[in-house]
């Protein structure tokens, strides 16, 4: 990758960024991600065997989707942007911003923490636990009120990697085709990526791959979120301090990094027990418990995650236009 494909991946990324913030993702017109989930729902049907008893086996057919799904999604991008270049490169241009667009989802990402607090806020636990059921893969019909916050805050933490920052950083390496092969492995992990009976063999692939594609935008977003927090008068030394102090005590190499940013600028505890599919799992706690979680740090967690976007957009904006001056 040259200098030159960077410094035009600043442009386009902010336009794509741009598109996501005023267009967000329309429910008339296709998405990609619906198509990679559809081939990872009917391959993960045909082939996800656990019960033949062979690991070995099972951890190549989770590889055979892997290469499939993330290669298909990169060479089938690429060769539509090919093909309309050479009817019209303006059409390939607008094509590979709408493209790249499709892999952000920062408006969508803050409306649903929205919804979620107005739920709370209009009708109570039941209405909160319906809406941040749609944004988490954990149980929710026990929740308590501080049981849906703190989801609620989580989510959008860690999502401000694989919703905003991810995407942007491999669109800006690689345009759309890059972004959009980002984005498949993201939906492999979000579909196969689980420690069960199920898919600990035929998923691991996609679990691994989803941690090492999020490992340098992870820490991409920390200091994006840390500056966030410093223009919007939080507490940037403490949210610092708990990141450094407990982001690695989270299964995941970089989940842990946004969500300990989060608790330490709020000045609230996250982790803890959560219910999947009935199961009771427990994370390892990220910050302090100095005061109890309440409705409105939902709100505080949009700002914070709305702050480090537009920081990330400036960013963009100002090396994209310093790259065309020289």
């Given at each position: 990758m040259t200098a030159v494909h960077v410094l035009g991946g600043l442009r386009l990324a902010a336009a794509a960024l741009l598109v996501d913030a005023v267009v967000g993702d329309p429910p008339w017109l296709p998405h990609p991600v619906v198509l990679f989930g559809k081939w990872i729902a009917w391959y993960d049907a045909r082939f996800n065997q656990p019960g033949d008893g062979n690991g070995r086996v099972q951890r190549l057919r989770g590889l055979a989707l892997a290469v499939t799904t993330v290669g298909g999604a990169f060479c089938a991008t690429l060769s539509l942007l090919l093909a309309v270049a050479r009817v019209s490169p303006a059409a390939a241009l607008a094509l590979n911003v709408w493209?790249?667009?499709?892999?952000?989802?920062?408006?969508?990402?803050?409306a649903a923490g929205r919804r979620t607090a107005r739920a709370l806020a209009d009708g109570g636990v039941a209405a909160g636990r319906a809406a941040v059921a749609q944004i988490v893969g954990r149980d929710t019909t026990e929740l308590s009120e501080s049981g849906v916050v703190r989801a609620a805050v989580e989510t959008l933490a860690e999502n401000?990697?694989?919703?905003?920052?991810?995407?942007?950083?491999?669109?800006?390496?690689?345009?759309?085709?890059?972004?959009?092969?980002?984005?498949?492995?993201?939906?492999?992990?979000?579909?196969?990526?689980?420690?069960?009976?199920?898919?600990?063999?035929?998923?691991?692939?996609?679990?691994?791959?989803?941690?090492?594609?999020?490992?340098?935008?992870?820490?991409?977003?920390?200091?994006?979120m840390w500056l966030a927090i410093v223009v919007t008068g939080g507490d940037g030394g403490e949210a610092w301090r708990i990141m450094r102090r407990d982001a690695a005590a989270h299964p995941s190499p970089n989940a842990g990094i946004p969500e300990s940013m989060a608790a330490g600028a709020l000045g609230v505890q996250l982790g803890g027990w959560n219910s999947y599919g009935g199961v009771r799992s427990f994370r390892a706690t990220l910050g302090d418990d100095t005061r109890p979680l309440e409705r409105a740090d939902i709100g505080r967690t949009v700002r914070m995650v709305n702050a480090a976007t537009g920081i990330l957009w400036l960013i963009l904006v100002v090396g994209g236009w310093l790259s065309w001056l020289s």
């Open positions: 493209l790249a667009a499709t892999t952000v989802a920062w408006r969508g990402l803050v401000t990697v694989d919703a905003v920052v991810a995407p942007v950083f491999f669109a800006v390496l690689g345009g759309a085709p890059l972004a959009l092969a980002y984005r498949a492995a993201n939906t492999l992990d979000s579909m196969v990526g689980y420690r069960t009976s199920r898919y600990q063999d035929f998923g691991r692939v996609s679990a691994r791959l989803d941690d090492l594609l999020n490992f340098i935008p992870a820490r991409l977003a920390a200091v994006l």
